[in-house]
């Protein structure tokens, strides 16, 4: 069964920084391409960054690009994200989620359960 | 706003029809990229519904299907349940933002 185990989510100050970690289990995560995805609480979903299968490319989105940083090791089979320099727009939960499909035309197929990232003073 | 635009609720009466729109345009859905709708309840993650804008992964009914045709796409869903009511997401990519984007998110209220 695939299971995907966010932590690291918490309370921190606008400026500050947080590493979020996502523990993969029941497939062989150094094959998938990774994701996070983060939602405000109340609103809709909003797709975050994008690391490929070695870790050689990645993507951001640009409310979030030189601020964050998307990394994984395949050997603990653990992704993460660095987030930098948070604003209170940040304010989320974030779920880190596995891709399927083709290349840039995919979907994520499976969710982990969310971390909270509050920012605030 | 969100790149792809979906209605923010619908609502239907159980048994009923009710479809989703989803509308992209040329750099995303028009693209020929796929469509893939998601369902989420409340205070849990997304689930995956629909992929590849109309094929269902194993263990999602008959009663949730997809289609796609030009720049947008849709969610139909027949036979209305009460266990319907939820959030639902399209997703697709986009070339001109070199990412993944999602609809706004629309509410079904079974009646």
């Known amino acids: 069964e695939v299971q995907l185990v966010e932590s690291g989510g918490g309370l921190v100050q606008p400026g500050g920084s947080l590493r979020l970690s996502c523990a993969a289990s029941g497939f062989t995560f150094s094959s998938y391409w990774m994701h996070w995805v983060r939602q405000t609480p109340g609103k809709g979903l909003v797709w975050v960054s994008h690391?490929?299968?070695?870790?050689?490319?990645?993507r951001y989105a640009d409310s979030v690009k030189g601020r964050f940083t998307i990394s994984r090791d395949n050997a603990k089979n653990t992704l993460y994200l660095q987030m930098n320099s948070l604003r209170a727009e940040d304010m989320a939960v974030y779920y880190c989620?596995?891709?399927?499909?083709?290349?840039?035309?995919?979907?994520?197929?499976?969710w982990g359960q969310g971390t909270l990232v509050t920012v605030s003073s | 706003q969100s790149v792809l635009t979906q209605p923010p609720s619908v609502s239907g009466a159980p048994g009923q029809r009710v479809t989703i729109s989803c509308t992209g345009s040329?750099?995303?859905?028009?693209?020929?990229?796929?469509v893939h709708w998601y369902q989420q309840f409340p205070g849990t993650a997304p689930n995956l519904l629909i992929y590849g804008s109309s094929n269902r992964p194993s263990g999602v009914p008959d009663r949730f299907s997809g289609s796609k045709s030009g720049t947008s796409a849709s969610l139909a869903i027949t036979g209305l349940q009460a266990e319907d009511e939820a959030d639902y997401y399209c997703q697709s990519h986009d070339s001109s933002l070199s990412g993944w984007v999602f609809g706004g998110g629309t509410k079904l209220t079974v009646l």
């Open positions: 989620a596995r891709d399927q499909g083709s290349g840039w035309n995919s979907w994520f197929d499976s």
């Open positions: 690391i490929n299968s070695d870790g050689s490319s990645t």
């Open positions: 040329s750099s995303n859905i028009g693209a020929g990229y796929d």
